[in-house]
């Protein structure tokens, strides 16, 4: 069984760093044997969440896909940019709005047992890394598997080749030794 991975960034920026940075990890998983769905979020604007818009009109058609392809997929690589120390908006609304039951559903079925990596880039010295602090605590509340493993990586504005790849040599290894990690470690959980 091929372990499937969706891979997206908290960023919907043309030139997103952590876009840049996902996909790194998103290649090492698939050199390691897992087959991974890159996905840009700005392709599934989502309103902000408010209950009385779920009220009238039920869970927004791109939650729904998102869901479903989270549904479709045991693993989880998220590059979020922190703001003000924490996730992005986006991603937070995204997981939000995915997060609501609808039907008959057991409760967070989008999130349970996931597995996910978390990574984050940033210009500043930390790289995000507050952020994933708190990224880290909302996936474990709704019951993903954050593996231990992480990586937030500093000065991002110059640390990138045109070609994507970090200049870096021990950075690169560092992203893609992550990426690998997740497809080895949900290739033992899909045996
Ligand atoms: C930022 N940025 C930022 N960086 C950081 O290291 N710590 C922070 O708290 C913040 N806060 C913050 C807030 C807001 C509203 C914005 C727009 C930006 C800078 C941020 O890391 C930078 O813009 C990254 O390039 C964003 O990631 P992407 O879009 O390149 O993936």
Redesign the pocket.
């Known amino acids: 069984n091929t372990p499937k991975i969706l891979a997206f960034?908290g960023?919907t920026?043309t030139?997103?760093?952590?876009?840049q940075l996902v996909k790194i990890a998103a290649n090492a998983a698939r050199n390691a044997g897992a087959e991974v769905t890159y996905i840009d979020l700005r392709d599934f604007p989502l309103p902000l969440y408010d209950g009385d818009l779920e009220e009238a009109e039920g869970m927004p058609e791109n939650a729904r896909k998102l869901k479903q392809m989270m549904l479709e997929h045991q693993g989880l690589l998220i590059a979020s940019?922190?703001?003000?120390?924490s996730l992005s908006g986006v991603l937070k609304n995204m997981i939000d709005w995915v997060s609501r039951p609808e039907a008959n559903e057991p409760p967070l079925v989008a999130f349970s047992d996931k597995v996910a990596v978390i990574m984050s880039?940033?210009?500043?010295g930390?790289?995000?890394l507050?952020?994933l602090v708190h990224l880290r605590s909302i996936l474990g509340n709704i019951r993903v598997i954050v593996l231990p493993d992480q990586y937030a990586l500093p000065n991002?504005f110059q640390a990138f080749n045109e070609d994507g790849t970090l200049k870096d040599i021990k950075q690169q290894q560092t992203v893609e030794q992550i990426g690998s990690k997740l497809a080895t470690v949900l290739a033992k959980l899909v045996a």
Do not use: C, V
């Open positions: 960034s960023s920026r030139g997103s760093l952590n876009k940019p922190e703001y003000n120390s880039t940033s210009p500043g930390l790289g995000g507050r952020g991002a």
